[in-house]
């Protein structure tokens, strides 16, 4: 069975950081591409980022975040990375990682992030 545990989250003044985790198990990570989705309140989901199983791949980002938050992976840790820099308020909102499934059925459990003054 899939799980997928997010840590890092918190609560963050507008153009902070953060730097999200997400560790897998139940699966062979290596063979699974991922993504970040976030839901701010009251809001659907929105799909934030993908890493490719190939490393070979580029990552593709959200217009909205482009050029602020960066994904990684490391395959030898099961671990999936966002860093997320110069933070908006608009960022606020619950992160996911999540697999390649409909409508990003299979995610974690979430952690919160909170860009507030």
């Known amino acids: 069975e899939v799980q997928l545990v997010e840590s890092g989250g918190g609560l963050v003044q507008p153009g902070g950081s953060l730097r999200l985790s997400c560790v897998g198990s139940g699966f062979t990570f290596s063979t699974y591409s991922l993504n970040w989705v976030r839901q701010a309140p009251g809001k659907g989901l929105e799909w934030v980022s993908r890493?490719?199983?190939?490393?070979?791949?580029?990552?593709f980002y959200a217009d909205s975040v482009k050029g602020r938050f960066t994904i990684s992976r490391d395959n030898a840790a099961n671990t999936l990375y966002l860093r997320m820099n110069n933070l908006k308020p608009e960022d606020t909102a619950m992160y996911y990682c999540?697999?390649?499934?409909?409508?990003?059925?299979?995610r974690g459990q979430g952690t919160q992030v909170t860009v507030s003054s």
């Open positions: 999540a697999t390649d499934s409909p409508m990003y059925k299979v």
């Open positions: 890493i490719d199983r190939a490393t070979d791949k580029r990552p």
